[in-house]
């Protein structure tokens, strides 16, 4: 069943959400649209208010667990002039829905650098706010200019520190949506802003199963000097496998869909995974990839 708002921007019952996943896993949305402006994308949270139903964003999925029963909320994807990017002087103007790739191809072409660690980071503007994702030494917080966040009762223009980014975080409260974001960068030949993102993805290609079905960064680094990754190796974790899921033979902070991995599958591995490093090392794993629907990982 559609819901006509009006004109031709409906809100769907029941889309799968699979699809929208890098790891392919999880159940449907029991509401679903795809604003294409901030005027769709506040009718939309507006009926979410009156309805009093809860609000979830799917950017490119990339770090994204859905319940395998799927998720009771309205669920949007960016679509339109939200997810589009262009180049003002040196400022790259992104949709929270644009891909980084496209925003690195737009900065590239204008001679701009200083976007290149995002070439490594297979997600969405608006997602890479909500997370602070960040490779290589950068993280969205340091080439941020401001986001425009919109909720049902207002769009606001913040600053990094008003959406208080930190290591894979942000204060954004739940429901709040990245609908745009203004980075700025730096003057760069296009051909040397292609090297770097090319040597940037060969060193994340030798180190990373790149083309696995995954959702990236299982766990956050702790604090110390060993990641998640070797944490979980050094419990001689690697090719672990519960139902379909795998813990990566090439790096252990990651799961593979190895076949018909569940949700289910990937949570009972993350469990198995963050008990391990608990009893070995003392060391408790925060998990970075995101929850949708009733979600959680046992207490240790
Ligand atoms: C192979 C691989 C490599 C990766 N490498 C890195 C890496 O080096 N560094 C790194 O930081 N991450 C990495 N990731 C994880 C992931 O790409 C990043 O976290 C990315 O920023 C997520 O963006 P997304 O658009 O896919 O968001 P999603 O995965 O769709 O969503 C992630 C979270 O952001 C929220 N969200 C998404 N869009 C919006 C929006 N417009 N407004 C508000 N909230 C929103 C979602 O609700 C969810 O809470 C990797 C993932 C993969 C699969």
Redesign the pocket.
């Known amino acids: 069943m559609s819901i006509a708002l009006w004109g031709c921007f409906v809100i769907d019952e029941n889309v799968a959400l699979a699809r ?4 392919g896993t999880g159940g449907p949305a029991r509401w679903f649209a795809r604003p294409e402006s901030i005027d769709e994308l506040q009718d939309a949270l507006r009926w979410a208010a009156e309805k009093n139903v809860a609000v ?9 667990l859905v319940h395998d029963a799927g998720v009771d909320a309205l669920v ?1 994807k ?1 679509a339109g002039e ?1 997810a589009t990017a262009a180049v003002e002087g040196e400022t790259l103007v992104m949709g ?2 644009a ?2 790739a496209v925003g690195l191809h737009r900065a590239r072409a204008a001679g701009l650098g200083g976007f290149e ?1 995002a070439s ?17 030494g950068r ?2 917080k340091d080439v941020l200019i401001d986001a425009t ?1 919109v909720d049902a009762d207002s769009v606001r223009t913040l600053t990094p520190e008003e959406l208080d980014l930190s290591y ?1 975080h942000s204060g ?1 409260a739940q429901g ?4 745009g974001l203004r980075v700025g960068l730096e003057p760069s030949e296009p051909q040397a802003v292609k090297l770097i993102a090319a040597e940037l993805l060969a060193r ?1 290609k030798a180190t ?3 083309n ?1 079905r ?4 299982v766990f956050k680094n702790p604090p110390g000097d060993r990641g998640a990754g070797r944490l979980i190796e050094e419990c001689g974790l690697k090719g672990h496998q519960i139902g379909g899921a795998l813990i990566s033979p090439r790096h252990a902070n ?1 799961i593979e869909n190895a076949g018909e991995a569940t949700t289910a599958d990937c949570i009972a591995l993350m469990a198995e995974a963050r008990r391990r490093v608990h009893d070995q090392f003392g060391v408790t794993l925060e998990h ?5 629907g009733p979600l959680e990982l046992p207490p240790l």
């Open positions: 929208f996943t890098t790891i979830e964003v799917v950017g490119l999925g990339s770090n994204l949007l960016l939200l929270g829905g891909p980084n660690f490594a980071i297979p997600g969405t503007g608006g997602g890479g706010v909500r997370m602070n994702a960040g490779a290589y993280e969205f966040v894979r954004l709040a949506v990245v609908a994340r990373q199963p790149t696995k995954t959702f990236g960064s990651f970075e990839v995101q929850f949708l």
